[in-house]
């Protein structure tokens, strides 16, 4: 057996704590039989394993590295011969393994009774459900605590309470996403419920789709748990799983444009514009949220510097950061849309231009957020940075407005400007400038510890 | 087994180890030692493959700690300053994790779990909580699960910290039995007098560097250093002695540190000669303070 799972069991499924649930659960589902009130035991387990398994699960996988740290063991782990399959398995169950054998008892009462209501095939997946909702809460939690575990070293009880948040928020993400194809469920939220979902120019059964596609975004969920793992057990990750994933979400997010002209009717973009324009916009999001999470580590900047002055160009690119490979496919999205867009508006148009100073403000953003890394006080320099941005796209516009200087909005986000060359010309140019000073104190702090870093 | 070139490793404000270079022949105890911040734990953790250095290499067992750091820690048994116990297990099952967790199998690994708690007398706490141990016998724990898989490379992070003086006595014998069995330790200490019991060489480190550049050998079990004391002052103590042959480390009018053959015969010789010389010889007897005397010596200032 798994030596990580074995002593997650010893320490989380002892007898006395075995016997507690059973007696405990027992007790409240006998309770509600025989009370006969609003909710009867299927209702009552129902909630009850989304208590136990999605919101107390993810907090013990959000613990369970983040408590090995506090406790002071998790270098004696990382010393071990376990490989990161072995790690992450063995802590996502292992750590949780309490919370799903409460759980079992729950689906055990929910499906039995759904059972003699349903055919076989419809509570087949009805588990397959609960057991992608349980999974991927706890995996989304697992994976926030690892990310943070990059970031910093000390956690305290609400930053366990945010990574716990991440899991919860994916659990209700799918519940929602669920339940609107689901005839009963769909009552719930106050929605017509989804049978059909056009996906690539598909009519796709609205249940089917959503089970595969939970699939696929738990095992991406797990992937990413992997190999932040790997990352934490000191080996390395090169980039094509990143890529792969990047090529997945954005062929996924782009078969929706059916679903969006369904809503917008006055979409003035043809299906391929709406396609690219889907891809881009998932590639710019990932962009800002990679570059938000993961550590830019100036060593790592200067020695991509150093790979590529000396031309060792796959070296680079097998180190660069999942932020930066999300820029270059947003990038190659934007020029293809940018290269469509000019064709069918016959010259560089409106769109064109929004695209293009578009792609300028993510530049600039992004860079903003590699310059603050590098000014005193670097530790609180995401904070610096996104209190930037919320200036730069929320309170300078209401300013502006408010003064009636409407035209200096351009130099804050994408603007349809007299001429339209204007606007692209500006954010670039803050652009360039915003990228220059901060490659420019990258390259003055290799100066003064005149090092050679050596990464490879 | 161990070999450190021009390794520098920085946090973000701070350059901890600038250009350590080091080579540590297997089978040896060295003593690492420091004020507090010196960089010791910072060296130690490079050493376990724990923190990627910014630039230089450091090699275990001919291996790369950049390439497979993975390798690494399979062959490395690390205890650091600050370890944590699962205090909710028992000894037994602490032990059985390390040894599973270190890839020992399953059907080795009760035979391996009370090897490792004879090695450092648990053998009769193993169905105690981890929790319900002593300080010593914590440590005593903690250094069972480093040792179960009878790493090649043994790192210990102020190890006797806390302990009372038999627990450090016994660590000391604990310390010398496993580098008998082959073991190669690092034991980093900012208290001299426990690593004179069981090292052979040090490595001082100060503001991150290498004092004199490599490691100091401090004790000789073959060759080992002795005090004479004079109760009247001769000035020609150091060279009566060089002329008998003798290696002197240190001499002055009262006293010399000399190397000397680990042959009683060889001592009671060169103590009849002086005797005859007419040197009144107050005392003669092993230096005790071998390693203070070697640091403060490269520290080129005295206590």
Not at chain 2, 9 to 23: C, F, H, I, N
Not at chain 2, 160 to 179: I, W
Not at chain 2, 190 to 211: K, P, W
Not at chain 2, 257 to 262: M, P
Request: with cysteine.
């Amino acid at each position: 057996m798994n030596p990580e799972f074995q002593r997650n069991l010893w320490l989380e499924l002892g007898p006395r704590r075995v016997l507690l649930m059973i007696v405990v659960l027992g007790l409240v589902f006998f309770a509600a039989a025989v009370t006969g009130g609003d909710f009867g035991p299927a209702s009552l387990a129902q909630i009850l394993y989304y208590l136990i398994v999605v919101v107390w699960g993810s907090r013990n996988a959000a613990l369970s590295v983040v408590g090995e740290i506090r406790d002071r063991t998790w270098d004696a782990q990382r010393l071990s011969s376990l490989t990161p399959f072995e790690m992450m398995w063995g802590k996502l169950f292992g750590s949780t393994i309490y919370n799903w054998f409460g759980g079992a008892i729950c689906l055990a009462v929910l499906l039995g009774y759904r059972f003699t209501q349903h055919d076989a095939a419809s509570v087949a997946i009805s588990l397959v459900y609960y057991l992608a909702v349980g999974v991927i809460a706890q995996a989304a939690a697992l994976l926030a605590s690892l990310v943070a575990v990059r970031r910093r070293l000390t956690h305290s009880r609400f930053d366990i309470f945010t990574y716990q948040l991440v899991g919860l928020i994916a659990a209700v993400a799918v519940f929602f996403v669920w339940e609107a194809a689901d005839p009963a469920g769909a009552l719930l939220v106050g929605r017509k419920s989804t049978e059909s979902v056009p996906w690539w120019g598909q009519t796709l059964d609205a249940r089917s789709f959503l089970l595969v596609s939970l699939a696929i975004f738990t095992a991406w969920t797990l992937i990413g748990c992997y190999r932040l793992m790997r990352l934490e057990l000191k080996m390395r990750n090169g980039p094509l799983v990143w890529l792969a994933f990047l090529g997945f979400i954005g062929l996924y997010v782009a078969g929706f444009d059916g679903w969006l002209t369904q809503r917008q009717a006055t979409l003035r973009w043809d299906a391929v514009e709406l396609r690219l324009g889907l891809a881009l916009t998932t590639y710019a999001v990932l962009t800002y949220l990679m570059v938000l999470l993961e550590p830019k580590d100036r060593v790592l900047y200067r020695w991509l510097g150093s790979r590529l002055g000396e031309g060792s160009i796959r070296s680079a690119l097998w180190n660069l950061q999942a932020w930066m490979m999300s820029y270059f496919a947003a990038s190659i999205v934007a020029i293809a849309l940018l290269v469509r867009l000019t064709a069918t508006e016959g010259g560089f148009g409106a769109d064109a231009s929004l695209l293009v100073s578009g792609m300028g403000c993510l530049t600039r953003d992004v860079s903003i957020f590699v310059l603050f890394q590098t000014l005193p006080g670097r530790r609180r320099g995401d904070f610096s940075a996104v209190i930037v941005l919320i200036a730069l796209y929320l309170v300078m516009p209401y300013i502006l407005r408010g003064m009636g200087l409407d035209a200096g909005l351009a130099y804050l986000y994408p603007q349809v400007t007299a001429p339209l060359w204007l606007g692209p010309v500006i954010t670039w140019a803050e652009a360039i400038v915003v990228a220059a000073v901060a490659i420019g104190r990258i390259a003055l702090s290799e100066r003064a510890e005149s090092r050679e870093p050596a990464l490879a | 087994m161990i070999e450190v070139r021009d390794l520098t490793y920085e946090y973000p404000s701070k350059r901890a180890l600038d250009g350590v270079s080091l080579r540590v022949a297997p089978q040896t105890i060295v003593a690492l030692v420091g004020p507090n911040g010196a960089g010791k734990t910072t060296l130690l953790r490079c050493l376990a493959a724990l923190e990627p250095p910014f630039s230089g290499a450091v090699s275990i067992d001919g291996r790369d700690t950049r390439k497979v750091p993975r390798e690494i820690h399979e062959r490395l048994g690390y205890l650091s300053d600050f370890y944590g116990l699962y205090d909710d297990l028992s000894v037994r099952r602490c032990l059985l994790y390390a040894a599973r967790s270190h890839g020992i199998a399953p059907a080795l690994a009760p035979a391996v779990v009370e090897k490792a708690a004879r090695r450092v007398g648990l053998a009769d706490r193993l169905e105690s909580k981890a929790g319900e141990l002593s300080r010593g016998l914590r440590q005593r724990l903690a250094i069972a699960q480093a040792i179960v898989h009878e790493p090649k490379v043994l790192l210990l992070d102020e190890p006797a910290a806390g302990l009372d003086p038999q627990a450090r006595r016994d660590l000391s014998q604990l310390l010398l039995s496993l580098r008998d069995s082959g073991m190669t330790l690092i034991v980093s200490s900012h208290i001299l007098a426990e690593l004179q019991d069981y090292s052979n060489e040090m490595i001082i480190i100060e503001n991150g560097r290498l004092v004199g550049g490599q490691p100091i050998k401090v004790r000789d079990d073959e060759r080992p250093r002795y005090v004479i004391e004079l109760a009247t002052a001769r000035s020609d103590l150091r060279q009566f002695l060089s002329n008998a042959g003798v290696d002197v480390v240190e001499a002055d009018d009262h006293r010399a540190l000399i190397v000397l053959t680990h042959n009683a015969g060889a001592r009671a010789k060169l103590l009849r000669d002086l005797v005859a010389a007419g040197f009144e010889v107050a005392s003669f007897s092993a230096a005790t303070k071998e390693l203070e005397d070697a640091y403060f010596a490269q520290l080129g200032r005295r206590p």
